[in-house]
């Protein structure tokens, strides 16, 4: 046995789906870096929540000693619910803000009683089993959120996501540049970092940019204000309050996780706001349309969200109305473009003024660019890199970028990963040593328990594949089939070119319900799980897809 | 009485979809100008073709002296099958190009016999009825493109659409600004333009831009380069001729489109290439690879289309592999952005280089931008304007922007309207006079005779408001109920919240199956009918929803 390695292995934070989760792991000692779950705006529009798949911590459980989490955004803190009951409750390293956001969560789950939190603040040094992590402040689209350095006797890794350079931030705290530069002189062995930006050259603005053009709209708006954007994003919200009290108007806050999240943010000082400022909805209602700002949800075209109820005239707390000024400080998460479209033509429609995209400046990434990109590997010249937290052509666009640096980048160094591939590290060291199977891990919408959020799914299920219906009709007394079974689809294949597929699969569930006549009563829950499963296998076998599977079964 | 004037109409081109068809109409003349559908590209995923609602023109058949096209892609042309046959087979007046292209598509559908085209020049003026069109060259990603000028008692109406002010393109026929500035003179009274890309600043670059890219790209690249592009977007497959003839490649074109515009265009003159570029699928196989580029359909992410099958490696001729470059010369339209995600990604994997992106300069859009449109209205200055060919934002937008160069526009003489708005102008006067009711024409997939497009098309209806099954066991003599019946569903409501729903929904099935047991004997097809009726009725007047109904009838 050489010399001790460290362990890198992303769980949920490469490939397609951010819910970002990484093991560190060295010896007996293993950190979980944050505990995220795919786009909470995703969620809101009913698509099921995305968990990392835990197998390995569970596998592992006696040498969790820690999770980490870098800042408060869902994709690297929504999974706590359903991560930390499966662990054991390991304690939670976080900020004073992200604590804040994460206490909301696990309250609502009841979990909150058996969570241990260890609050950190950026520059403190923790010792967790025997690793020491060094934390340092970053600028991000949320404030308190923190970069780790992981020393161990294999060497230093830096986890750095969720960045960029701004120099100018809304909360006066820029990504620590002398703590980057000092780690680089400690000559670190690997680096993970977020590169979904990419594919944008230059630097991406400083969050003052939005402050101004904010300004810029306030000051010469003439009816009300509403500025919609993510909850999370409690830095835009910031100005767009700090804009409202230079021009004299009230503020209301509409949608529920925009007034959590701010409320949240409010009692913990990360939100800066002077009394009287903030106003309920019947009080806005009485307010001249010069006195008034709306901050909300629904930046994504979400149909359920604040600001799409507005625009149909169905929040009754606000209607946009002509001569609004609605401004949409957010870019469409990809997907999401046509709703949003549907939104803006619906807000002119009504006659307000929409204020929307790139160059309106109303809203500028918390991510790094291609410079920025650059400038860290310059800064920190880490042994190797895996690029993260994008999809596939994001992390390929790294590597690229890192190679064309003519540093020592090659690509054996920058590692294009998926989730799953276990990573060691020493000095001068760096490989991939295995692929542990991962899964995509959906929570049911049940669970959740918002019933559109299960309908809106079932309908991305149906458009995926298209739907499949086995009908049968089953004799109550003998369990004998009295009649089909019928086989319809919709979406799936074209029935009269399938007649053969359509064939197969009726023998199929023939077949099945031969084998089960013998059963004392009809169980017709236990036919339909059946009949799921064998001509859900024998489809997928036979064409690669998976449509719904709908049995029915009629007893007669 | 007053003066006579001349009526505008959009049929298709105002509004979200881009199916251009305009009405003009003086006195006892009416010429159409243009007749396209939605998309081609959308209809290649499997949505149904959208055409323009033609009922005025039908009402009006004698009055239609001539359809005149202003170029040859498909959301202009792309309806000639569907509606001439309507209105009697009027006279299509086309450049050659645009000729070539609607006399294949005429041919497959077995109407060209029937059509009488009469060919023009840009520049040629055309008495039709009692009107003058005079034709104008104009610069577009196709080439032949014309504006046209109507001449009427009522003054002159400018008609320029898909245009931008290239003074390189490709074919080196730039649009003709001394025709535009020429009509100025003459005081024209209205103005139709197109504003898709009003949300763009500055200028849209040349096309040569392109062709510059494409150079550097076949300069350097080691392996093959297949470069997917609209089908439609002969410029661009010029450029990629000439580029790979420059660089000493043989060219090989995928995808049925692909392959059938450009010989049209070939054989016309308009795409030129040098005897022995172009190679068949197996003389491709036998060139190395740095000899061989391949242009192709499929930049929209199109999963049936060559680019996605190469990439699937279901592509029978070729399939990409560890070295290939990939261009992506396209834009995705809205609502495809994901698809193409989808495909960039799946090359990265295979280890292609992908190149894409507005910073990559691979692709330039054929629409004006806010310079381009501000200049035109400098260079024509039309009394009024009527914005078009965008969603109801670019038309807000372009609105926004004509009011603020400070000439002599306003909300009153820049229209922002809808399909079906009459319109009636003069010198200094221009008024909406009637809304013609205009609905969305779809024609139904089977028509088109596509099995992948039932099949997609069908998952976008399941997708939209889910499904409902209705299934009911039939006694085959007497026509009585068996079982059942059972409603199942599936992305449209939450059953356990909606019991009451369907319970009602069970009751409208069971009472028309009472009230036609009597017929002599059952008919499958008929009840199919029946339930699919009655059953949408009611949903819809209970849920304003429209799930797919899918009624199964087994009969014991």
């Given at each position: 046995m050489?010399k ?17 989760m990484?093991?560190?792991e060295?010896?007996d ?20 929540l ?10 592992n ?6 999770i ?5 955004h869902?994709?690297?803190v929504?999974?706590l619910?359903?991560?930390?009951p499966?662990?054991g409750?390991?304690?939670v390293?976080?900020t ?8 909301n ?6 979990l909150l009683?058996?969570?241990k939190f260890?609050?950190f603040s950026?520059g403190?040094?923790l ?7 060094e ?6 689209s949320i404030p308190?959120t ?9 060497g ?8 960029k350079f701004?120099?100018t ?6 990504t620590?540049?002398?703590?980057i530069?000092?780690?680089a002189?400690?000559n670190p062995?690997?680096l993970i970092t977020?590169c ?6 230059g ?13 810029t709209?306030?000051?010469?708006a ?6 919609a954007?993510?909850a999370?994003?409690i ?6 309050i700090?804009?409202a009290e230079?021009?004299g108007?009230k503020?209301?806050?509409?949608g529920?996780?925009?007034?959590n999240?701010?409320r949240?943010a409010?009692?913990?000082g990360y939100?800066?706001v002077k009394p009287g ?11 001249p349309d010069?006195?008034l ?5 629904g ?6 969200a604040a ?8 929040f ?6 002509q ?13 999401n ?5 549907r939104v ?6 009504i006659?307000a003024?929409v204020i929307?995209?790139?160059?309106a400046?109303v ?5 790094a660019?291609q410079e920025?990109?650059?400038m ?6 880490p042994?190797?890199v ?14 690229k970028?890192a ?18 591939a276990?990573m060691e590290?020493?000095?001068n ?5 295995e ?9 049911d919408?049940t669970?959740?328990g ?5 309908v809106?799914r079932?309908?991305?299920l ?8 086995v009908v049968?009709t089953i004799?109550?007394h003998?369990?004998e ?5 019928e ?9 009269r070119e399938?007649?053969?597929l359509?064939?197969s ?8 319900l031969?084998n089960?006549?013998s ?5 017709a829950?236990f036919?339909i799980?059946?009949?799921k499963d064998?001509?859900?296998?024998h489809l ?7 449509p ?7 007893e007669i």
């Open positions: 050489t001790q390695r460290m362990r890198v292995i992303p769980l949920g934070g490469a490939g397609e789906v951010g819910r970002n990484w093991v560190f060295y010896g000692d293993i950190l979980v870096l944050d505990c995220g779950v795919m786009f909470p705006e995703a969620e809101m529009l009913g698509v099921d995305v968990l990392p798949d835990i197998g390995y911590l569970r596998d459980m006696s040498k969790v000693k820690a980490i989490l870098s800042h408060g869902e994709d690297h929504g999974a619910p359903y991560v930390l499966d662990i409750f390991p304690p390293y976080a004073k803000l992200t604590i804040g956001i994460a206490t969560k696990l309250k609502e789950h009841r009683d058996r969570t260890v609050e950026a403190d040094a010792k967790i089993g025997n690793l020491t992590v934390t340092f402040q970053v600028a991000h308190d923190v970069g780790l350095a992981i020393n161990s006797p294999a230093i890794a830096v986890y750095l996501t969720d960045w701004d120099h931030p809304v909360d006066r705290k820029p620590d540049i002398a703590a530069t000092a780690l002189q400690r062995v690997v977020d979904v930006r990419v594919e944008a050259s630097f991406t603005p400083s969050e003052k940019v939005v402050g101004d053009s904010f300004d709209i306030f000051a010469t003439l009816g009300r204000i509403i500025i954007t993510f999370s994003n830095s835009r919200v910031q100005q767009a700090d804009s230079a021009y108007r503020v209301m806050l509409a529920r996780s925009m007034e999240n701010s949240i409010q009692e913990l939100l800066k400022t903030l106003v309920r909805p019947n009080e806005a209602a009485q307010l010069d006195q700002a709306v901050v909300c949800t930046s994504q075209g979400e149909p359920m600001l799409a109820r507005m625009a149909n005239r169905e009754t707390n606000l209607k946009v109305k001569g609004d000024t609605v401004v949409l400080s957010a870019t469409p998460i990809p997907g473009e046509v709703s949003v479209s803006i033509n619906n807000l002119f429609r006659g003024d929307y995209g790139n160059e400046r809203h500028v990434s918390g991510h660019a920025e990109l650059k860290l590997l310059a800064m920190l010249r042994q190797h895996i690029p993260f937290h994008g999809d596939f052509r994001h992390m390929m666009l790294y590597r970028l190679i064309g640096m003519h540093m020592h980048y090659t690509p054996e160094n920058v590692f294009v990963v998926d989730n799953g276990v590290f020493g000095h060291y760096g490989k991939i040593v692929q542990i199977p991962v899964n995509y891990i959906y929570v919408g669970t959740v918002d019933v559109s959020q299960i809106v079932d309908r991305q149906l458009s995926r594949d298209g739907v499949l219906m049968v004799d109550r003998t369990g089939l009295a009649g089909g079974p086989v319809l689809t919709r979406g799936f294949v074209h029935m399938s007649e053969e359509i064939e699969t009726k023998q199929v569930v023939v077949r099945l031969q089960n006549t059963r004392a009563e009809v169980d829950a036919f799980r059946k009949i064998a001509v859900g296998e997928f076998t036979q064409t690669r897809r998976r719904v599977i709908l049995p029915v079964i009629t």
